[in-house]
């Protein structure tokens, strides 16, 4: 039996790609036509929003929300990957970095700044993609590019000690627009504090509405597919508006309507609550992004 169109909101458990969640839900949910917004590192956890059925055409839309992060940075230290999955490229000892400096780094990297995103990444360069490039021993020269980092907080220091010298842990929590990341962050501090750094762990604990607390396991799943139904699902992530039975008709036809003045994408719905599409304002007029009544 297939699963009714909505959200799954998974705990990712590390060790596990995106592509794997993805593939797990396909069986529990009975269908193939499952996707993911915003990709998580195998080596991350927490909040992966997953779409079944017509909600696939929600999470283009979903990716561009915010999201919260808590992450550990290892100072002293960098890596070919910007994270602990990769090698170690440089050492220094990070004795000398002080909780003053690193908040004075911290603020540098905060607000709408340009990122260079990491080597071993997804983005595409050519049509190739950029960690397939770098593994192949011709890392591409990736442009920076705009993201805003809301907030960037050290919550915690750790001096450790090993064979090669000091390093220093410092646990950090960020919220963050879509399209930054965290490794870039730890690849970031480091070298502005001159000692290199990368990422020791990650979690994601918040996607746009979607909580670390409403999310459940792969196991729990397995168990029982909870599946947030898909007009409750636009509700809770986009502004919402109501419209007439005629502009409901007009709207499922792909015609437009008078815009109201809103800012990114609106859910538009029936005089019965069903979700009829989502709508763009553009010179004065709201056009659909994805209609969800076919």
């Known amino acids: 039996m297939t699963a009714r169109s909505g959200l799954v909101i998974v705990d990712k458990p590390a060790g596990l790609t995106s592509h794997d969640v993805v593939a797990r839900i396909r069986k529990l949910a009975g269908t193939r036509r499952v996707g993911h917004a915003g990709t998580l590192d195998p080596m991350a956890t927490g909040v992966l929003i997953v779409g079944v059925e017509k909600a696939t055409r929600l999470l283009g839309h979903l990716a561009l929300t915010q999201k919260d992060y808590q992450g550990t940075v290892r100072l002293g230290q960098s890596t070919d990957s910007d994270d602990a999955d990769g090698e170690v490229l440089t050492r220094v000892p990070a004795a000398g970095v002080t909780p003053e400096a690193l908040r004075v780094a911290a603020a540098a990297l905060t ?42 907080t050290i919550v915690a220091l750790r001096r450790v000690s090993d064979e090669r010298g000091d390093l220093l842990d410092a646990d950090i929590e960020v919220t963050c627009s879509s399209g930054t990341y965290i490794r870039a962050i730890a690849r970031d501090l480091g070298a502005a504090l001159g000692v290199g750094g990368h990422l020791t762990a990650l979690r994601r604990t918040r996607v746009g509405p979607y909580l670390a607390s409403d999310a459940a396991t792969l196991e729990e799943l397995a168990a029982s597919l909870s599946v947030i139904p898909l007009a409750q699902a636009a509700d809770a992530a986009f502004p919402r508006r109501d419209l ?19 800012a990114g994408p609106v859910a538009a719905f029936g005089p019965d609550g069903s979700l009829i599409a989502l709508l763009a304002e553009e010179d004065g007029q709201a056009r659909s992004l994805a209609v969800f009544t076919g």
């Open 111 to 152: 607000g709408e700044i340009q990122q260079v995103p990491p080597g071993i990444s997804a983005i595409k360069v050519a049509g190739q993609r950029a960690y397939r490039l770098t593994r192949e021993g011709a890392p591409p020269d990736l442009p920076p590019r705009p993201v805003t980092v809301e907030s960037l």
């Open 244 to 262: 007439t039975a005629d502009e409901a008709v007009k709207v499922g036809h792909g015609g437009r309507l008078p815009a109201l003045g809103a």
